[in-house]
Nanobody, 126 residues
Framework: QVQLVESGGGLVQAGGSLRLSCAAS????????MGWFRQAPGKEREFVAA????????YYADSVKGRFTISRDNAKNTVYLQMNSLKPEDTAVYYC???????????????????WGQGTQVTVSS
């Protein structure tokens, strides 16, 4: 079992930055690919970014490419999402997710992930 706890959300003005963190339990964090998803009110949960279990590959939704950066620190069992140039349309609850160990796939689909955090709210004011 993996438990995920997100932090770092908050209220920020358009153009500002936030860094989200997701702390994972367990001693095998380095074997899990990690993803970030978000869900705005009345909308489906959507893919934002992912990083392979090795950290060698990263993936981004077109809407955040060039503005957001996903990274991981396996020594700290933590994955990060650095969000720059935030826009009001980035407002959502952001969720961290983990795949099964050593899973390789597109990382785009929600059902590729076995574990989910509770989410952290990000609000971008115009």
């Amino acid at each position: 079992q993996v438990q995920l706890v997100e932090s770092g959300g908050g209220l920020v003005q358009a153009g500002g930055s936030l860094r989200l963190s997701c702390a994972a339990s367990g001693r095998t964090f380095s074997s899990y690919a990690m993803g970030w998803f978000r869900q705005a009110p009345g909308k489906e949960r959507e893919f934002v970014a992912a990083i392979s279990w090795s950290g060698g590959s990263t993936y981004y939704a077109d809407s955040v490419k060039g503005r957001f950066t996903i990274s991981r620190d396996n020594a700290k069992n933590t994955v990060y999402l650095q969000m720059n140039s935030l826009k009001p349309e980035d407002t959502a609850v952001y969720y961290c997710a983990a795949t099964a160990p050593y899973y390789s796939g597109s990382y785009y689909w929600r059902d590729e992930y076995d574990y989910w955090g509770q989410g952290t709210q990000v609000t971008v004011s115009s």
